[in-house]
């Protein structure tokens, strides 16, 4: 008989709620199905495959290696192709491709209004991999750790965070607009009265996963000015900067371009390119004051996780969105709005569905249940004002199981601090996604209609409400 293995001083950390619904999908998938039950989508945050096309994007990626090639060598092309490619599937540097830093550069700081160094881009595994590496810097110090959130807060952060046994979650409660800027400041004190190092305040303000709001201009401004002050920086995870309805006009703007100094972005092409290749880059002007006494670019300590935890990125992968950034004349683009647009005719129509079903179905029960309207990103919450009901896994297992509708239940999202203020965070709460379902088209359109209306019923019926007419 072998002995267990020791390790005891290992946490057993809990499983993320989005996970635990995926992992339980198939049995309730079963159980609806048995029932003769449509399966409705409004879970999955994932990209819509009408508008991720990968053969388009692979074929695009073929012929700028091609032109690449044919530029370096005109003569023998075969030859220059092979050279290109070698390099390509070669060791990289840790920085990865300058070209492509430099097109991403030019670009994203037009849209954004934003002077972008390319020599201080960090090529990153998505923005999860840039929340890897920052939480890798602040564990090097072996001190405890505090980080502030929101509440709630994308579930990603947390379950990398946590995995640093000193680490601590002050979370700041949020109204329409973003978090509160005095809850803020007076979380940062607390931390700091508590003994803890106040690492920096991490959030999604554009398309907030999963608070489904963005943050307005007047609330960032506030939210920064309290960063600035309290001497740490803002770490600004941006999905969905792309993702978004609002106009060119009314679009606020983001952290680094309110404060460089201040802010530190995370740029992820999953929702704008493609979520397979794992592209994303991290960019700040933050100084980091170290021992000694001196200041040190947030980017060069980031640069020295990155070039232990990932030595080498993946060039083909760097150089594929690279060509995505090209014309078809393969010219950099002047921005890459125009391909949004496309994406969010999409988006923007599923949200419209969205809200529109909830307003048919649900608006003159104002006092029964509320939802928010986001300004980008793929997610509304919908609240249940009069606590007829508890959120908890076992309401939305059997949302699937008695009425065949997918959702993500929200107190999963809650930091235990927010727990501790109110034991019911997120338990009158659903997160819906609308960017996601399998149908393409008109088919789309009729069965994210078909789950609306769904859902509109099955929280009438749950709440012992007049179900919708047949």
Request: charged share 25%; hydrophobic share 40%; glycine share 8%.
């Amino acid at each position: 008989m072998t002995s267990p293995i020791q390790a005891s001083s290992l946490l057993v950390q809990p499983v993320s709620v989005t996970r635990q619904m995926s992992a339980a999908l198939p049995r309730l998938k079963a159980m609806a199905a048995a029932k003769g039950l449509r399966l409705h989508h409004l879970g999955a945050g994932y990209p819509h495959p009408e508008v991720s096309d990968p053969t388009a994007y692979i074929a695009q990626k073929t012929a700028y290696f091609e032109h690449l090639a044919r530029q370096a060598g005109a003569d023998e092309p075969e030859e220059a192709l092979r050279s290109l490619l070698t390099g390509l599937y070669g060791y990289t540097d840790t920085l990865g491709p300058p070209a492509t830093r430099q097109t991403f550069a030019t670009i994203y700081g037009h849209d954004f209004g934003v002077d972008i160094d390319p020599d201080k881009l960090i090529p990153t595994m998505g923005a999860t991999g840039a929340i890897a590496l920052l939480c890798s810097l602040f564990e090097r110090t072996g001190e405890h750790v505090a980080y502030i959130v929101d509440a709630p807060t994308y579930t990603g952060f947390l379950s990398r965070a946590v995995l640093y046994q000193k680490a601590h979650f002050y979370s700041v409660d949020m109204d329409d607009e973003g978090p509160d800027p005095d809850a803020l400041r007076l979380q940062i004190k607390r931390a700091r009265d508590n003994g803890h190092h106040v690492a920096l305040y991490y959030t999604v303000p554009d398309g907030h996963n999963p608070g489904g709001i963005s943050f307005s201009q007047p609330r960032r401004e506030s939210i920064m000015r309290v960063i600035a002050e309290e001497g740490i920086f803002a770490v600004e995870d941006a999905p969905y900067t792309y993702i978004s309805y609002e106009s060119a006009e009314t679009r606020p703007k983001p952290f680094i371009a309110i404060d460089p100094e201040h802010s530190a972005h995370l740029f992820t092409a999953s929702k704008i390119g493609l979520p397979g290749p794992r592209v994303g880059f991290f960019y700040s002007d933050v100084k980091l004051a170290v021992s000694g006494g001196r200041q040190v670019p947030l980017r060069d300590l980031l640069l020295t996780e990155a070039s232990g935890d990932i030595l080498f990125h993946n060039p083909d992968a760097l150089r594929g969105f690279e060509a995505y950034m090209m014309t078809d004349h393969f010219e950099p683009r002047e921005s890459l709005w125009p391909i949004a647009a496309k994406k969010n005719a999409v988006y923007g129509e599923n949200r419209r569905l969205l809200l529109d079903g909830l307003e048919q179905y649900l608006g003159e029960l104002g006092d029964e249940f509320s939802w928010t309207r986001p300004g980008a990103g793929f997610f509304s919450v919908f609240r249940f004002l009069k606590k007829r009901i508890k959120t908890d896994q076992a309401f939305v297992e059997r949302l699937i199981a008695e009425h065949g509708v997918v959702t993500i239940p929200m107190f999963g999202f809650y930091p235990r601090d927010a727990k501790e203020r109110n034991p019911d965070s997120g338990l009158d709460e659903l997160r819906l996604s609308f960017s996601y379902n399998e149908g393409i088209g008109q088919t789309r359109r009729e069965q994210l209609e078909a789950a609306v209306r769904a859902f509109a019923n099955a929280v009438r019926v749950e709440c012992g409400l007049p179900a919708l007419s047949r």
